[in-house]
C-alpha cells in the first residue's frame, strides 16, 4: 500500500515538474514573441538612423524595453483569458502557436503598410480574424480590443504624437470592424459571402475616419474623404490577407475552420460527387445523416458544421461494393447480391465499409477527425441479420466478434452523434407503420438504449443528459424531415 502511495506521489510530482517547465517555456516564448515586435516596431523607423551606431543608443533601447513590457503584458493577458475560453486547448502548444503567429504577422504586415503607405491602411484586423477562425470568435474580438491599444501606444511611442489622428481612427475603426466581421464568421460559411459581407462592413465603417478628419480638420475635404477610401482599403486588404494566411495556418497547426469545413462539406467536392455517381442510395443516406447530426451537434454544443462534414463522408467506402449495401439496392429481393454469399463472407462484405471510408479519407487528406469518425461510427456493434442468418445453419454458438465491426467505438462526441443518427436514419426506413407519438419515441429512445447498453459509448464522454437532448431532438425534427415515411398520430390529435 506504501508502495502505491510513494510511486502515485513522485508521478504527482514528475507531472507537476513537466507542466511547471511548459507553463515557464509559453512565459519565456511570450517575452521573446514581445521583444522581437518591439525590435521590429522600432526598426520600422530606419529613416531616424543615419549610422548603424545610432540604433545602439540609450534612448531607443529604453523604448524597445518599455514596448516589449507593454505588448508582454498584452500578449500574457491575452493568453490567460484564451486559456479561460478554450480549456480544451490549455495543455495544447497550439493555442500559443496560433496566437504568436497570427500577431507576429499581423504586426509586420501592419508596419509594412503603415510605413510604406499610411496607418489608416495598416491591415489590423487581420490578427482577429485569424485567431477568430483559428481559435474562437471570442478570443478574437479580445485579440483585437488589445492589439489596436498596443498599436495605438506603440505608435505613439515610436512615431510620435502627430500621428495622433492616423492612428484613433484606425484604432476605433478596427475594433468596430473586427466585432461586426468576427460575430458573422460562422453564418457567412463561405469565404465569398465573407468577402461580400467585408465589403459593406467597410463601406459602413469608413464613415468613422472621415468623422474624425471633419471634426479635427474640416476645411481639407479631400483628406476627409482620402481617409475614408484608405479605411475601406483596410478592411478588404485585411480580408485579402485573411484568405491567403488562413489555409496555411489551418495545413501547419491542422485546425478546422467553418470556413474549410463549408468547403467539405459543398456537394461538388470529388469525393462527394463519386459516391452521388456509384453509390446514389449512400449518398442520399448520408446527406440525410448530416442534416440530423447538424441538428443534434448543435442541441448538445458540440461544433454542427463539424458533425455535418463528417456524417457526408462516413460512407465513402461503400463506393467499393456498392451493391452490397440495401440502400443502393432495387428491394426486389431476387437482385439481393446476398443471396449467392454465406453469411460470413456477406458480413466481411458489409464490415469492410468501415476501413475503406477510411484508407478513402486519408487518401484525400481529409481531416483527421473525419478519417476517425468513419472507422468509429459502427463501433464494434454486431451485423445482427447476418448473425442470426449464420445461427439459423447451425446449432453450435458462433462467435459474435466474428459478425461484429472491428472498432474503435467511438471516441468523440461527434461520432457517438454519427453513430446514432446513423442508425435512426437506416431504421427510419421502415418506421411507417407506428401509430403514434409514444411509440415513435420509444422507438427512438430503444435504437440509442440498444447501443448504449453494449458500451459502444463508454470511450467518447457523451453524457447521460447529452443522449436523452439527441433523443428529444430526433422525436422533435425526424417526423419533418420524412413526413412521407412517418406518419402517427400526435397525443393532441388523439
Ligand atoms: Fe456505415
Ligand atoms: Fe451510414
Not at 468596430?176 to 465573407?194: C, P, V, Y
Not at 470529388?270 to 442541441?299: M, Q, R
Not at 447501443?451 to 425534427?477: A, N, P
Request: charged share 20%; net charge neutral.
Amino acid at each position: 500500500m506504501k508502495k502505491i502511495t510513494s510511486t502515485n506521489a513522485s508521478s504527482n510530482e514528475t507531472a507537476k515538474k513537466i507542466r511547471n517547465r511548459e507553463i515557464a517555456i509559453r512565459i519565456v516564448t511570450l517575452i521573446a514573441v514581445s521583444f522581437v515586435l518591439a525590435i521590429m516596431l522600432r526598426v520600422s523607423r530606419i529613416d531616424e538612423f543615419n549610422t548603424i551606431k545610432d540604433f545602439f543608443v540609450g534612448r531607443v533601447w529604453l523604448q524597445i524595453f518599455i514596448i516589449s513590457v507593454i505588448l508582454a503584458a498584452m500578449l500574457s493577458t491575452l493568453y490567460f483569458y484564451s486559456i479561460y475560453i478554450r480549456r480544451d486547448l490549455r495543455k495544447d502548444k497550439k493555442l500559443v502557436q496560433v496566437l504568436t503567429a497570427s500577431i507576429v504577422l499581423t504586426f509586420a504586415l501592419v508596419l509594412l503598410f503603415g510605413t510604406l503607405i499610411n496607418l489608416y491602411i495598416a491591415p489590423l484586423v487581420l490578427c482577429s480574424l485569424l485567431v477568430g477562425a483559428l481559435l474562437d470568435k471570442r478570443i478574437g474580438i479580445v485579440t483585437n480590443i488589445l492589439i489596436s491599444q498596443a498599436f495605438f501606444l506603440t505608435a505613439m511611442i515610436v512615431l510620435g504624437p502627430d500621428k495622433i489622428i492616423e492612428s484613433s481612427a484606425a484604432l476605433i475603426t478596427s475594433m468596430i470592424t473586427a466585432i461586426f466581421l468576427i460575430s458573422n464568421l460562422d453564418k457567412a460559411r463561405t469565404r465569398f459571402r465573407f468577402t461580400v459581407l467585408g465589403i459593406l462592413v467597410g463601406l459602413c465603417t469608413a464613415v468613422i475616419p472621415m468623422l474624425i478628419n471633419l471634426l479635427v480638420n474640416p476645411e481639407d475635404v479631400i483628406a476627409m474623404l482620402m481617409s475614408g477610401l484608405w479605411s475601406f482599403l483596410s478592411v478588404i486588404l485585411s480580408i485579402a490577407l485573411q484568405m491567403i494566411f488562413l489555409p496555411i495556418m489551418e495545413y501547419i497547426f491542422r485546425i478546422n475552420t467553418i470556413f474549410r469545413l463549408g468547403e467539405l462539406c459543398s456537394l461538388e467536392n470529388p469525393l462527394l460527387k463519386k459516391l452521388a455517381v456509384t453509390a446514389p442510395g449512400t449518398f442520399n443516406h448520408s446527406v440525410a445523416v448530416g442534416n440530423l447530426a447538424e441538428i443534434c451537434a448543435d442541441a448538445i454544443g458540440e461544433n454542427p458544421q463539424l458533425a455535418k462534414v463528417c456524417a457526408y463522408y462516413h460512407d465513402v467506402g461503400k463506393m467499393k461494393n456498392a451493391e452490397y449495401f440495401i440502400e443502393n439496392q432495387s428491394g426486389l429481393p431476387e437482385d439481393n447480391p446476398h443471396n449467392d454469399l454465406i453469411p460470413e463472407v456477406s458480413v466481411s462484405m458489409i464490415v469492410s465499409h468501415v476501413q475503406a471510408s477510411y484508407d478513402m479519407i486519408k487518401a484525400e487528406k481529409l481531416p483527421d477527425i473525419i478519417a476517425d469518425v468513419s472507422r468509429e461510427h459502427h463501433g464494434t456493434t454486431p451485423v445482427n441479420y447476418f448473425l442470426y442468418k449464420a445461427q439459423s445453419y447451425t446449432e453450435d454458438d458462433l462467435n459474435k466478434l466474428e459478425f461484429s465491426y472491428p472498432g474503435p467505438k467511438p471516441q468523440s462526441k461527434i461520432a457517438a452523434i454519427i453513430m446514432i443518427v446513423d442508425t435512426v436514419e437506416a431504421a427510419s426506413r421502415a418506421i411507417a407503420n407506428l401509430s403514434n407519438h409514444d411509440q415513435f419515441r420509444k422507438f427512438i429512445h430503444n435504437l440509442i438504449k440498444g447501443k448504449s447498453d453494449i458500451g459502444q459509448f463508454e470511450e467518447c464522454g457523451i453524457t447521460f443528459k447529452d443522449l436523452k437532448t439527441i433523443e428529444d431532438t430526433l422525436v422533435e425534427f425526424l417526423p419533418s424531415m420524412y413526413h412521407s415515411r412517418i406518419q402517427y398520430t400526435k397525443p393532441s390529435e388523439k
